[in-house]
């Protein structure tokens, strides 16, 4: 079953930002995993949430998404994003 991990990014740090643009979609791509979204226009169409940036990636699984996430090869990544922004990650089963 799909799963979808969802994630509303703050930037802090454009320039360092960029680094992890460039370094994360290869971690993706080598656990099975393809971008749907990353960033662009976004328009609320009701309630409160105000996103800063959305990205959607989706797996062939939760398994798989949170294997990607705690990987070695996202390790670096992760740690340049964490230092570059702010924001919250969710993953959650497709249908």
């Not at 226009?41 to 105000?50: I, N, P, S, V």
């Not at 990544?77 to 990650?89: E, M, N």
């Given at each position: 079953?799909?799963?979808y991990?969802?994630?509303d ?62 990987s ?24």
């Amino acid at each position: 079953m799909p799963a979808y991990v969802i994630a509303d990014i703050e930037v802090t740090d454009s320039s360092g930002y960029k680094g992890y643009a460039e370094q994360a979609p290869p971690t993706v791509a080598s656990h099975g995993g393809r971008y749907l979204a990353r960033g662009g226009a976004l328009q609320t169409l009701e309630g409160e949430w105000r996103p800063h940036r959305l990205v959607i990636l989706e797996f062939e699984s939760v398994e798989a998404a949170q294997r990607w996430h705690s990987s070695e090869d996202y390790a670096e990544p992760k740690a340049l994003r964490q230092r570059t922004s702010r924001g919250s990650f969710v993953v959650v089963e497709g249908l």
